[in-house]
């Protein structure tokens, strides 16, 4: 085994040096900032076949250092015609990850630091300032103040973290309420829980629900229909967890969707929050899509009954121009919350943690490790502040409306749910025929082959339909115009 000398120690240095991470740097923010320059020239949708990227690069690895500008080059040649193009103006599909210059220079500071923040002591900046951006979060959303943190550091009481998705908030607040309601009845009953959603509730739930040990068969996804909106029927959960009692059930866990995926519906929270209460059942509100509109004061009526949640989470980097990843989690019983997902273990112990007056977030997630999200969140709050942020949402909520108009004004097609947000589904074959699926499978198919633009598709109460989702922070009328022709 070879003995480092003091020239490797020297060579070493130069990992990184300031001058050459300068230097470097500027090269990757000029890449990147011409990527964007001529984002519109590419196919949004990547042509590549599968397998392509093998056959373009070497079979082994390197062994010598190789130059910045060569690795940016095989970038260029290689990695870019393989990229589906997320934050080109002519993506609609899916729903949008923007990014903006704050939310950039944010994540640059979170990489730049590299903290572990898992607990007060390992970075007592990073975690004050988490729970100050959740609790100004909470504030532009009008939350009730028990999903905050108690103002007299308290050790009860509401709270926020973020997480990296609303995947990872459904799985830690089914843990918490799984454990809440088996200490009262034994943790042998746990094939006895039983979770509820509706057919339009994000697919994390049932994913989420079989990680934390709930029988498939204990998994209620009730059905919509495009009478009532496909909204999640307080009447149909009543029904269905009296019926699972009457087996010797037990519901635990009613998750509740503003914006959903497929087609943008909010359920109703008052109503589904009564519920849950009659039930004692564990409400969470998924708002990762619309949770972002409702900073405006025209769309916050949607969160009206949310004082009746355990819990709610959103995914500011959907549409909140903060950059990939960033979700926000408030939890109004932390107690049980951090009950549920925390450990102790030795060499993590000092004396701030014991004295039980700081907040320690490796107890507030699934992993131990976590990134310095807060400052990125920060930035995007100073930089633009909730005005700039609301004329943001707004002029998307605008362009979307623009689209449905375009729908609504050809015969040939028609708005196939109703549009709440900044999302139009639609499709060809009006007057309600229900034997067009091909036809805008056909259109679908299509229309992205043509690399100008990309959108997605849904199927609610059987009927196929296209979605259009606006959202990208370059997306301009002009695009949605020349996207509709």
């Given at each position: 085994?070879?003995?480092?000398?003091?020239?490797?120690?020297?060579?070493?240095?130069?990992?990184?040096?300031?001058q050459?991470?300068?230097?470097?740097?500027?090269?990757?923010?000029?890449?990147?900032?011409?990527y964007?320059?001529?984002?519109?020239?590419?196919?949004?949708?990547?042509?590549?076949?599968?397998?392509?990227?093998?056959?373009?690069?070497?079979?082994?690895?390197?062994?010598?250092?190789?130059s910045?500008?060569?690795?940016?080059?095989?970038v260029?040649?290689?990695?870019?015609?393989?990229?589906?193009?997320?934050?080109?103006?002519?993506?609609?599909a899916?729903?949008?990850?923007?990014?903006?210059?704050?939310?950039?220079?944010?994540?640059?500071?979170?990489?730049?630091?590299?903290?572990?923040?898992?607990?007060?002591v390992?970075s007592?900046?990073?975690?004050?300032?988490?729970?100050?951006v959740?609790?100004?979060?909470?504030?532009?959303?009008?939350?009730?103040?028990?999903?905050?943190?108690?103002?007299?550091?308290?050790?009860?009481?509401?709270?926020?973290?973020?997480?990296?998705?609303?995947?990872?908030?459904?799985?830690?607040?089914?843990?918490?309420?799984?454990?809440?309601?088996?200490?009262?009845?034994?943790?042998?009953n746990?094939?006895?829980?039983?979770?509820?959603?509706?057919?339009q509730?994000?697919?994390?739930l049932?994913?989420?629900?079989?990680?934390?040990?709930?029988?498939?068969?204990?998994f209620r996804?009730?059905?919509?229909s495009?009478?009532?909106?496909?909204?999640?029927?307080?009447?149909?959960?009543q029904a269905?967890?009296a019926?699972?009692?009457?087996?010797?059930?037990i519901?635990?866990?009613?998750?509740?969707t503003?914006?959903?995926?497929?087609?943008?519906?909010?359920?109703?929270l008052?109503?589904?929050?009564?519920?849950?209460?009659?039930?004692?059942?564990?409400?969470?509100?998924?708002?990762?899509?619309?949770g972002?509109?409702?900073?405006?004061?025209?769309?916050?009526?949607?969160?009206?009954?949310?004082?009746?949640?355990?819990s709610?989470s959103?995914?500011?980097?959907?549409?909140?121009?903060?950059?990939?990843?960033?979700?926000?989690l408030?939890?109004?019983?932390?107690?049980?919350?951090?009950?549920?997902?925390?450990?102790?273990?030795e060499?993590?112990?000092?004396?701030?943690?014991e004295?039980?007056?700081?907040?320690?977030?490796?107890?507030?997630?699934?992993?131990?490790?976590?990134?310095?999200?807060?400052?990125?969140l920060?930035?995007?709050?100073?930089?633009?502040?909730?005005?700039?942020?609301?004329?943001?949402i707004?002029?998307?909520?605008?362009?979307?409306m623009?689209?449905?108009?375009?729908v609504?004004?050809?015969?040939?097609?028609?708005?196939?749910?109703?549009?709440?947000?900044?999302?139009?589904?639609?499709?060809?074959?009006?007057?309600g025929?229900?034997?067009?699926?091909?036809?805008?499978?056909?259109?679908?198919?299509?229309?992205n082959?043509?690399?100008k633009?990309?959108?997605?598709?849904?199927?609610?109460a059987?009927?196929?339909?296209?979605?259009?989702a606006?959202g990208?922070?370059?997306?301009?009328?002009?695009?949605?115009?020349a996207?509709?022709?």
């Amino acid at each position: 085994m070879a003995t480092p000398t003091s020239i490797d120690a020297k060579e070493s240095a130069r990992l990184l040096d300031s001058q050459e991470f300068c230097q470097q740097a500027h090269r990757v923010v000029d890449f990147i900032a011409d990527y964007y320059k001529h984002i519109e020239e590419y196919p949004v949708l990547s042509p590549v076949e599968p397998g392509y990227l093998r056959r373009q690069l070497p079979e082994t690895f390197p062994t010598s250092p190789e130059s910045i500008e060569k690795i940016l080059l095989d970038v260029n040649n290689s990695i870019i015609p393989g990229l589906t193009h997320w934050q080109s103006p002519n993506f609609f599909a899916y729903f949008q990850t923007n990014a903006s210059t704050a939310g950039f220079l944010g994540e640059m500071l979170c990489g730049g630091f590299n903290i572990v923040c898992f607990n007060w002591v390992s970075s007592p900046a990073a975690t004050e300032l988490e729970a100050i951006v959740m609790d100004w979060m909470a504030q532009m959303l009008k939350l009730p103040p028990a999903f905050m943190f108690p103002t007299n550091n308290a050790s009860h009481g509401g709270g926020g973290v973020l997480h990296g998705s609303t995947c990872e908030a459904i799985v830690c607040t089914l843990v918490a309420a799984r454990d809440k309601v088996l200490s009262k009845v034994g943790f042998d009953n746990i094939t006895k829980l039983v979770v509820y959603g509706s057919d339009q509730t994000h697919s994390t739930l049932e994913k989420g629900a079989r990680i934390v040990g709930i029988s498939p068969q204990n998994f209620r996804s009730l059905p919509t229909s495009t009478a009532t909106g496909y909204r999640l029927q307080p009447l149909a959960v009543q029904a269905a967890m009296a019926d699972d009692i009457a087996k010797g059930l037990i519901p635990f866990y009613l998750c509740a969707t503003i914006g959903t995926t497929g087609v943008g519906a909010v359920d109703p929270l008052e109503d589904l929050g009564l519920v849950a209460k009659r039930y004692g059942a564990w409400l969470h509100v998924d708002a990762a899509y619309a949770g972002s509109a409702l900073i405006c004061p025209e769309f916050r009526h949607h969160l009206d009954g949310v004082e009746h949640a355990s819990s709610v989470s959103m995914n500011l980097h959907k549409w909140f121009l903060t950059n990939m990843d960033c979700c926000c989690l408030w939890i109004k019983d932390t107690t049980t919350f951090v009950s549920a997902l925390s450990t102790n273990p030795e060499y993590l112990r000092n004396s701030a943690t014991e004295c039980k007056k700081v907040i320690d977030y490796k107890d507030w997630q699934i992993a131990l490790s976590r990134r310095f999200r807060s400052i990125k969140l920060w930035l995007v709050l100073r930089a633009y502040g909730v005005d700039k942020l609301r004329e943001h949402i707004r002029s998307d909520v605008m362009l979307a409306m623009v689209f449905e108009k375009l729908v609504m004004a050809d015969a040939r097609f028609e708005v196939a749910a109703p549009r709440r947000f900044a999302m139009v589904c639609f499709r060809l074959g009006a007057n309600g025929e229900h034997d067009q699926s091909m036809l805008n499978r056909k259109l679908l198919e299509a229309v992205n082959s043509t690399g100008k633009l990309y959108i997605t598709h849904t199927v609610a109460a059987g009927v196929y339909m296209l979605r259009f989702a606006i959202g990208a922070t370059l997306t301009e009328e002009r695009h949605v115009r020349a996207a509709w022709t």
